[in-house]
């Protein structure tokens, strides 16, 4: 939502301006109007906190990529493990002066190796790099203080309307 707010407003604002230079005082004062209402509607759009995103994008995409893993499933591992790594660039993208969106960049090298792994179906190595994924996100949560929020490799499997 926010980028598609992003990218009308880059785009409408150039014409804008273009097309205001045209304009009568009135026009000129309506234009200015209808552009901050717009301003103020992108600066008041909703971004996920960074709890949030982990709750809601992180970590259920954690706990479907193990499973499918597990099964062997690696077509929907590697999605899983996109849909994971989403999250973590959103994290960087709507958070850039926090803390977290300069420690999430140490669970990256655990992500490229889990991905290996699952490009060449290699079971016990993705049981293992998950493992190290796992320990990452404890360490991240460590290192900004958030080490009561202990996360560890599934052992039940939440979405049980779900084939893995």
């Known amino acids: 939502m926010k980028r598609l707010s992003l990218i009308f407003l880059s785009l409408a604002l150039p014409f804008s301006i273009m097309v205001g230079c045209e304009q009568s005082g009135s ?6 109007t209808r552009i901050d209402s717009l301003q103020n509607k992108l600066n008041s759009s909703y971004i996920p906190g960074t709890g949030a995103i982990m709750n809601t ?7 479907k990529l193990w499973f499918a893993g597990q099964h062997k499933n690696w077509a929907l591992a590697e999605y899983e ?26 669970i990256f090298p655990a992500m490229d190796a889990v991905e290996k792994a699952i490009r060449d179906k290699d079971a016990a190595a993705f049981k293992n790099n998950f ?27 939440s979405f049980g309307n779900q084939s893995f």
């Open 57 to 63: 994008i992180v970590q259920p995409h954690h706990l």
């Open 27 to 32: 026009e000129k004062v309506d234009l200015k």
């Open 131 to 157: 493992v190290v994924l796992t320990n990452t996100c404890n360490t991240c949560h460590k290192a900004l203080k958030y080490e009561f929020n202990v996360i560890k490799v599934p052992t039940t499997n």
């Open 81 to 106: 493990r996109q849909e994971l790594m989403g999250g973590f660039e959103k994290i960087q993208k709507y958070h850039k002066d926090k803390p977290e969106a300069t420690a999430v960049a140490m």
